[in-house]
Every structure is written in structure tokens, then in C-alpha cells.
């Protein structure tokens, strides 16, 4: 029994898992505790704002000790945790800029804001390449289509982060970029021919390989390579090409096992032994309390019949080891002067969630996130502005979602008031596109603006009656694509996108970005 005990606490320290509420109450302290488990990751309904946050962070550090890998996904754009630091743009605004240098300027202040926060690790930056139009869940995450182009921004965003002492995790390893399925809610395939996969797909993972601190797993299968098991539970792939062919000696960490790709196929507990069994050293078992138990006890159980060989799970503890000591957690634990500092301030003057973040630099920050939004806004078609001060009409959606990975877009209201600062507005929402009637709309002459403000594709009702004078798309670039009218792409609904916008229209700046995928 007291070896089995110590299996689990091995299997523990293979684990990052979900915790629910925005403290660490006893019962999951003592789950931690004696399972040894060294891996979190937080969410957005785990963050109230940055007192709680620090706090959160600080006692999950002091269960899990030094070794804590304390994680979040902060890429930019729509997929951020913590809402109220400087708001940084999506990777594809950044690849639409296609300034190396403004993406390591931009990766460093989203590592400065996460590590003042206590956090070690963030699941970023996406090397997916994003080719296809219809993406349901990468689109303005991904920083372009050209392997080069993007990888290059990428890592560039990379060193930022590092440089701040954040590790990155570059995903989704071998590429999510060219699916037509969301692997949150089911199994995508991608059958492409190895060469093609070599070209495209695996380009941006085999360039970042001699660097990547991390590189997260993709729930696809790929034929040509294994036409049994998803990549995250592939031997061929994650063994064979990752550390056999490309010498990989970063960290191999899944996607959320509770996704539906694995969740709906698998147990929790034989999806983690696959998983590491494959090649992985951490697995993501972010699902209920229920399948983190499962998963450890499953892991143990391998250790301890030797499925998962000793001297395997040895070298994964190693790696995973220098990944913590390289990038300490804890607020201001291995990050310049100038943010432990700015977090002493945070934490002594206790700002409540609508004040202003608390690092010493938040101002700097703030700034060249609003520069950076405002390089890659760009423009598709004859974009012309309204009349300065006149009367325009707003057409916007009603509800705002999230997609689960993504936080919810701006309200129409938002939307409203932004523009509300330039000209007269008249607000007009619908609630579902495929039975709104533009025609219904009065004809009074105002300029039209269609605001887009969900990552869904229009229909065949909106993209064959829909006419506005100028569609803001305010978050997937593609839907610019489904209009025959001057669009706007900000890449992102964050308020300074929404301040980029502004500025575009006032006359003050123009939009030289440049569209960094087919089609535009």
C-alpha cells in the first residue's frame, strides 16, 4: 500500500490540473498535497482580479512547492484569462503588423502582467498555420499561413517571453491549423500526405524545436502518420518525429484531456497512460475531481506494472524539473526589479478589480499594446469613412458568447459607445442572422456598419441580402470574406482594437496592415 502510495506521488508530479472557485480551498490543497501534484492551470472563472489572483497563485505555490508550473492560456487577442491587464493583441494582428521586433516587444509585456501575477508558464504562442477559411477555432490565433512569415513573428514573441522569464508552450503540435472541427468537440482528421504535412503543417514546430521550452499536443489524428490514435497519443509522432527525428529536449505537454476529441473516446485514465506511454511528460487533466482521481491512479498503476517504464518517467521528471527552475513561480520570482516591485505595490495597496493593474510598467505597456492593435488593423476593399460627426447605423448581434476558448466578445452597447464618441448612432441588433431581413432597415440615407462580433462564419441569408457600407470584423478576419463590402479587420474586439478603429475612422491613422492568409 505505502508503495503504491509513492506511485501515485510520482504520477502526481506528471499531472496539471483544472481547479474550480477562485481560492485554494482545503479539500483540493490536501488533494495537491498528497498526490505531489506540480502542475495548475487557471481559467477565467478562477480570476476576480489581481489581489485574488496573486493570492490564488501564491498558496498554490506554497502546496506544490518550488517545482510549480502554474499556467494560463494568454495569447492575445480573444484568448486571454486575465481580462483586466494591458490587453495584447491576437497573434494574427501581430502577423498582419509583420514587425518581429513589435511581437518581442508585445510577448514581453503579456509575460511581465502574467508573471506580477504569479503564473510561470503560458500556453502560447499558437504555431498553428491557419489556411482554411472555415477554422472554427484558430483563425485570428494563428499568425498567418506562410511557414516562415509566421514562425518567425512567433518565435520573436517567443524570446519577449522569455526574456520576462515566462515559459512559453508553442501548439498545437504537429498543426490545428487546416481542420474543419473544433477538437474541443470532437475528433478532427487531417489526411494530407507526409511531404505536405512536412512542407506546411510541421514547418513552424520543427523551426521553433532547438528553442521551444514546451510544445502542447494537438487531439487530431493524421493518417498519414498514425491512423489509430490522435497525436497526443501517438508514438510515432510525438516519439518518432518530436524527439527521435527532430531531437525535441523541451517539455511534451497534452491539450485539456476533457476536451471531447479524447473525453468522448477514451477514459480519463487510459487517454493519460496512452499519452505518456507515447511520449508526452505532462498531461492536462483538467476535467472534475472525478477524472483527475482516475488519471492518477491509472498513471500509478503503469508505473508500478511497468507499462510506463521507470527510466522513462525519470527523464520526463527531469524535464519537467528544468522547465520550473528555469522560470521560478511565485509573483516576481525570477522577473526584473521593476515588476517584483510593482507587484510589492499591488498586493501592499490591495486595488480593488476596477482599478488599474499594479506591475511599475502597466502604463508603457498599455501603450505599446495600443500601438501594436493599431498596426495591424487592415483593410479589404474601397473601405471609405462617414461623413466626420454624421449619422451612422450599427448593425450588431444581440448576445455575446464565449466559444470555450475564448472569452465572450463586446456587446453591441459597447460597440455603440465606442462610436458614439465620432458620430450619431443608431443601434440595431439581431439575434440570429439567418433570419434577420436587411431590407427591413430604413432607408435614411445613414452609413451602414456592419460590426462583427463572434468568431462564427455568416450564412447564406447575410451573405447573399447583406450590403453594409463598411463591416467592422471585429474578430475572425474570414468573415470579411463573407460580404461583398470594404471591411475592417482588427483581429480582436479588446478596447483598444475598438480605439484603433476609432482613430482609423477620425482620419488619424490608416490601416497598413496586411492580411496574413490566402484570400485577402
Not at 512536412?198 to 532547438?210: G, H, L, N, S
Request: aromatic residues 6%; proline residues 7%; negative net charge.
Amino acid at each position: 500500500m505505502e508503495e503504491l502510495s509513492e506511485f501515485r506521488r510520482i504520477a502526481g508530479r506528471l499531472i496539471m490540473v483544472r481547479l474550480f472557485g477562485t481560492e485554494l480551498d482545503p479539500d483540493t490543497a490536501a488533494f495537491l498535497r498528497e498526490n505531489a501534484v506540480r502542475g495548475a492551470c487557471l481559467f477565467r472563472q478562477n480570476m476576480t482580479d489581481a489581489p485574488q489572483l496573486t493570492r490564488f497563485t501564491g498558496d498554490l505555490r506554497a502546496v506544490m512547492g518550488e517545482e510549480a508550473l502554474i499556467a494560463l492560456d494568454q495569447e492575445g487577442g480573444a484568448v486571454v484569462r486575465s481580462t483586466w491587464v494591458p490587453a495584447p493583441p491576437s497573434a494574427m494582428a501581430l502577423g498582419a503588423a509583420n514587425d518581429p521586433e513589435l511581437a518581442r516587444e508585445v510577448g514581453a509585456a503579456v509575460a511581465r502582467a502574467v508573471r506580477s501575477l504569479g503564473f510561470n508558464w503560458n500556453f502560447a504562442p499558437v504555431l498553428d498555420l491557419n489556411n482554411n477559411p472555415h477554422n472554427p477555432v484558430i483563425a485570428e490565433r494563428s499568425f498567418g499561413a506562410d511557414p516562415e512569415t509566421a514562425t518567425r513573428i512567433a518565435l520573436a514573441w517567443m524570446e519577449g517571453s522569455e526574456s520576462e522569464g515566462v515559459a512559453c508552450c508553442v501548439k498545437h503540435f504537429p498543426g490545428h491549423g487546416d481542420t474543419h472541427v473544433d477538437s474541443h468537440r470532437a475528433l478532427p482528421t487531417v489526411d494530407k500526405p507526409l511531404a505536405e504535412l512536412e512542407r506546411f503543417e510541421f514547418a513552424p514546430f520543427r523551426m521553433a524545436a532547438p528553442t521551444a521550452p514546451a510544445m502542447m499536443t494537438a487531439h487530431i489524428v493524421y493518417p498519414a502518420l498514425d491512423p489509430d490514435y490522435p497525436a497526443t497519443m501517438s508514438r510515432p509522432i510525438l516519439t518518432g518525429i518530436l524527439r527521435e527525428q527532430w531531437h525535441y529536449q523541451g517539455v511534451v505537454i497534452t491539450d485539456g484531456m476533457d476536451m471531447h476529441a479524447i473525453a468522448h473516446r477514451y477514459g480519463a485514465g487510459q487517454a493519460a497512460v496512452r499519452a505518456l506511454v507515447a511520449g508526452a511528460d505532462m498531461v492536462m487533466a483538467i476535467g472534475s475531481r472525478e477524472t483527475q482521481e482516475e488519471t492518477v491512479a491509472a498513471i500509478a498503476a503503469a508505473i508500478a506494472s511497468g507499462e510506463l517504464p521507470m527510466a522513462q518517467v525519470e527523464a520526463k521528471l527531469a524535464r519537467l524539473a528544468a522547465l520550473a527552475e528555469a522560470h521560478p513561480a511565485g509573483a516576481g520570482q525570477g522577473a526584473p526589479a521593476a515588476v517584483a516591485a510593482g507587484v510589492a505595490a499591488q498586493v501592499d495597496g490591495a486595488p480593488g478589480a476596477d482599478e488599474a493593474p499594479v506591475y511599475s510598467t502597466d502604463a508603457a505597456d498599455r501603450a505599446l499594446m495600443a500601438r501594436a492593435w493599431r498596426r495591424g488593423l487592415s483593410a479589404r476593399g474601397a473601405v471609405r469613412r462617414p461623413a466626420p460627426g454624421g449619422k451612422i447605423r450599427l448593425v450588431a448581434r444581440q448576445d455575446v458568447v464565449s466559444d470555450g476558448v475564448s472569452e465572450a466578445g463586446v456587446p453591441a452597447a459597447g460597440i455603440a459607445a465606442s462610436l458614439g464618441r465620432l458620430f450619431e448612432v443608431d443601434l440595431v441588433t439581431f439575434a440570429d442572422a439567418e433570419s434577420f431581413d436587411w431590407n427591413t432597415l430604413p432607408q435614411d440615407g445613414r452609413f451602414t456598419i456592419l460590426a462583427s462580433t463572434s468568431r462564427r462564419r455568416y450564412g447564406d441569408n447575410a451573405r447573399k441580402n447583406w450590403r453594409p457600407d463598411l463591416h467592422l470584423a471585429l474578430w475572425n478576419p474570414y468573415q470579411a470574406l463573407d460580404f461583398d463590402a470594404p471591411a475592417l479587420m482588427t483581429y480582436g474586439f479588446a478596447a483598444p482594437a475598438l480605439d484603433a478603429v476609432n482613430a482609423w475612422l477620425a482620419g488619424e491613422i490608416e490601416a497598413e496592415g496586411r492580411c496574413p492568409v490566402p484570400g485577402f
